[in-house]
């Protein structure tokens, strides 16, 4: 007789800006009976500034240790979250050592011509101001292999956010019989 699957504790959402961590983390959320977090979201509401606002104010050397904190609080909940994090959250090794210990970490991939229709109306980002195409393919470029440390990467160009979000299970599911 087969033991049943135990979910993981947390299931951690990575990858680069506009593959769908926040809308696929709230699915995945539903259909596993888990909390969504959205990482920036905790920062906002922490700092009581927006992420462009903190980006401006402070830096961006203050802002991923704003995340680093949220990461930390948010990741020591005993309830069971999905958590979407910022695509620059994998940036600092203890985001990353956080993250594969608080439960299953995805990355989320797209290609760049996909990552920019999703974000192009998004005035929002502070890392993208300038030429969108450039600085999304700089980026990109700059954090090649940042997100390779998680066991599961799910490619989403193409997909609905519900096709990502079964697909994340169903590779939950795979590693779990792997073991």
Known sequence: ??????????????????????????????????????????IVKREGYTI?????????DYFRAAETEALRAILGQAASLVVATGGGA??????????????????????????IARVSQDTGRPLLQGNLEERVYKLMSERSGAYDFAPVRIDTTGLSAEEVAEA??????VTQHRR
């Open 90 to 115: 994998v940036l600092r090794p203890e985001n990353r050592a956080l993250m594969t210990d608080g439960g299953l970490v995805v990355a989320l991939t797209a290609s760049a011509e996909q990552i």
């Open 168 to 173: 994340i299970w169903d590779a939950w599911l």
């Open 1 to 42: 007789m087969t033991e049943p699957l135990t979910p993981p504790r947390h299931i951690v959402l990575v990858g680069f800006m506009g593959t769908g961590k926040s809308t696929v983390g709230r699915l995945l959320a539903q259909r596993g009976g888990y909390t969504a977090v959205d990482v920036d979201a905790e």
């Open 52 to 60: 462009p606002e903190l980006f401006a104010q402070f830096g961006e």
